[in-house]
């Protein structure tokens, strides 16, 4: 199954991939697999609270990912010319990007900019 184009609401927090969910919206978790790095919204991060325990379960995930290959995780084709460290690179060199997490949606300002 391929479409051609695709709703993109958030990325991963742990990969950078371009998720058509969001992780957490208003208070509820997804419940939803990243089909990039495996990371289940809902269920990995559940125990998170603030801000920083969710960047904390995301980084930790995320270096595991990175420590196992950086796999495609789903089933699914990944997208043509899909490539871990270019998307994540991208995500991470994304001053925008905005972190969906449990208590609300925060634009992800990094304190020590
Ligand atoms: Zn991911």
Redesign the pocket.
């Known amino acids: 199954m391929t479409k051609k184009f695709k709703n993109i609401l958030a990325n991963?927090p742990?990969?950078g991939?371009e998720l058509d969910f969001l992780p957490w919206d208003n208070g509820s978790p997804a419940d939803e697999i990243?089909s990039?790095?495996g990371?289940q919204f809902g269920y990995e991060d559940i125990y998170a609270d603030t801000k920083d325990d969710f960047r904390k379960v995301y980084e930790e995930w995320r270096g595991q990912w990175l420590a196992s290959g950086a796999k495609w995780f789903s089933s699914n084709t990944p997208p043509k010319g899909w490539n871990p460290k270019t998307q994540l690179q991208k995500y991470l060199n994304n001053k925008n990007k905005v972190l969906h997490i449990r208590s609300t949606t925060t634009p992800d300002i990094k304190k020590d900019n």
């Open positions: 991963c742990a990969c991939y990243c990039c790095c990371i």
